[in-house]
């Protein structure tokens, strides 16, 4: 697992922890409020006897709020994580943006991964780049008047 996706969960979780943390103090001032008669000890000093149903409706209400919010807090920081997880490139100079800058594929990979990159060519760009040279060789032959030379001879040519 990355850092960064390390960090990400930690957010999460502190998300949810907290989340989970306010939910609890809910029901556990609903409970010390029915144990201890919370405004009139505050207010008179007086404590009465409760009854126990009002508090247990009101932690079952708070527990069903809890688990709905929880879900759906849940969902859309699976929803977050996934959309975090894309790797934006540029569509024209192909520049990868890591950590708000834009970086080369070269200095991206030297920088994130540890490893250099170079060069080379696949094996359908070969073949496509063979043909080319192939055709412009044959072009050559037929009209070496009619085409621009750009300094290209049949003596430069790469051998297929």
Not at 42 to 50: A, K, L, P, Q, T
Not at 80 to 98: D, G, P, Q
Not at 128 to 147: D, F, G, I, S, Y
């Amino acid at each position: 697992m990355t850092s960064t996706a390390m960090k990400t969960n930690s957010r999460f979780n502190k998300v949810l922890s907290g989340q989970s943390f306010g939910f609890l103090a809910i029901i556990a001032l609903c409970w010390l409020n029915s144990l201890f008669g919370l405004p009139s000890l505050i207010m008179d000093g007086r404590v009465g006897v409760s009854d126990f149903q009002g508090p247990m409706l009101q932690m079952l209400l708070v527990l069903t709020v809890w688990l709905l919010v929880s879900f759906s807090t849940r969902r859309t920081l699976e929803r977050l994580k996934h959309l975090e997880s894309f790797m934006r490139v540029c569509a024209w100079c192909h520049k990868i943006n890591h950590q708000g800058q834009w970086k080369t594929p070269e200095r991206y990979l030297a920088e994130g991964f540890d490893t250099s990159a170079t060069h080379g060519i696949c094996v359908e760009c070969l073949a496509h780049q063979t043909e080319l040279v192939e055709q412009r060789k044959r072009l050559q032959k037929t009209k070496p008047a009619a085409l621009p030379s750009f300094g290209v001879t049949q003596e430069n040519l790469p051998a297929c």
